[in-house]
């Protein structure tokens, strides 16, 4: 069996609104994680209650966007492999 390729993985991450993601943070299950991928000082400036930030770029820059070299190590010390991530991305 042959496995997905990273399109087909990515087609496959759910998109939820605001209020679905407000649910499933709150639900007594707790199974639900809140990451803000932003840079530092968008997180900084506002930021839902009960996220933590991990950016994903360290930098966006006329030259291009520096990404964090350490993002996937840093989101595996926060979270267990079982942990859902509820993970907000803005453009």
Same mark, same amino acid.
């Given at each position: 069996m042959a496995s997905?390729?990273?399109?087909?993985?990515?087609?496959?991450?759910?998109? =939820?609104?605001?209020?679905?993601?407000?649910?499933?943070?709150?639900?007594?299950?707790?199974?639900?994680?809140? =990451?803000?991928v932003r840079l530092p000082e968008d997180f900084h400036r506002e930021h839902a209650d009960g996220a933590r930030n991990v950016p994903y770029y360290l930098?966006?820059?006329?030259?291009?966007?520096?990404?964090?070299p350490r993002f996937v190590e840093e989101v595996a010390a926060l979270y267990g492999k079982e942990q859902h991530l509820i993970v907000v991305i803005t453009y």
């Open positions: 997905a390729g990273k399109e087909d993985q990515v087609s496959a991450t759910p998109t =939820i609104d605001a209020g679905l993601a407000r649910a499933l943070l709150s639900s007594e299950s707790g199974g639900h994680a809140y =990451i803000d930098a966006v820059t006329p030259q291009g966007k520096e990404k964090n």
